[in-house]
């Protein structure tokens, strides 16, 4: 069996060597493990790249880590930032441009990874960028519209569909995280205003099961935009006891982790599963069946040999076994990482 510690180190090359971070700084959302043909760049995943580079820097204090979170910050600043200080959501591989959208979700994540680059100390001048994003976030979205995406050239909200990843829905909660970071490490009241604002606006809908409603319109609990709400709660210290106590009751129930719930057909995704341990790890359930499941699932996931493109990489999901996920992996560093060294707290949070 191969120990944690080599496994998180696996993890960490692939994350710095493989090529997931772009020769310009950005970060690919995924990488083809057969072919090695990475997917679009991807503002959201550069957010939490530089939150997993800052929580590794915090415990090893390396300079490839703030090398890593600089050549993906000027990325953000020389190639996606709009004329309205928010950045813009992808960049096709085909493309020189970005799509033409501000995503209000891809922000707040930036807003976290720039705050959390602070909070750990890393030696960049990024405060500057971190207040002009928190300013756009409140002047955009925080008040003048419900809709999470705008268009680029007029900053109108653009109406969106049913799917969870497009509606202003409890996983929006994680977005208030970086404002409120941002109000603690500038003493500026009017961030925390705005963090609440954005709390108070989200309504949380329960469903007949226990579980968190999602999205409009489906009834169906998706694990993901739960586990994210469950974490935005938890950063801003907030109650969210019963959420856990559902989760674990399916855990238990399914002895894997679907993707959503009711279940139907056998889909596990990554993301859900890393972001799940490190719930339990938190909320401190760590001696329980349900973690030593979690991980050993998330384990089974991880490419242990060929390639610098492939070798450490996590698969994104059961039934996607060659896309070799870049958020999967930054989230699966952390839960092993507190599950090894039994660390709850885990900050700053990925």
Known sequence: MIPLQDRLKLAEEWLLNSGIQAPCGGIHAWVDATTSEPSFLYSEAIGYFISTMSFLYRQEQKDEFVRAIKDAFDFLQNEALGDQNLY????????????????????????????????????????????????????????????PILRLKDGKPIITGNKWSLQRKPHYIKVAAGLKQLSYLTRDKSYD?????????????????????????????????????????????????????????????????????????????????????????????????????????LLSYQVLDGTRQSRGGFRYSSNKPNHLNSWSTMFAIQAISGYESNNREMMPFV
């Open 88 to 147: 813009r959501c992808r960049r096709e591989i085909s493309s020189s441009k970005f799509a033409e959208t501000y995503c209000l979700f891809d922000n707040g994540i930036i807003l976290l990874g720039l705050t959390n680059a602070l909070n750990s100390a890393v030696p960049l001048d990024i405060m500057s960028a971190a207040r002009d994003l928190g300013d756009a976030m409140i002047n955009r979205f925080a008040v003048d519209t419900e809709e």
């Open 193 to 297: 205003a705005a963090a609440n604002i954005f709390i108070d606006n989200i309504v949380l809908h329960f469903l007949d099961h226990g579980g968190l409603q999602t999205a409009d319109g489906d009834e169906k609990t998706y694990l993901h935009p739960f586990c994210y709400a469950i974490e935005g709660l938890h950063l801003l210290s907030r109650p969210c006891d019963s959420l856990v106590t559902w989760l674990r009751k399916c855990i238990k129930t399914e002895q894997y982790l679907p993707a959503q719930f009711p279940s139907g057909e056998f889909v596990e995704n990554t993301d859900s599963l890393a972001q799940s341990l490190r719930i339990l790890l938190f909320s401190g359930h760590k001696e329980t069946k349900e973690s030593q499941l979690l991980l050993e699932r």
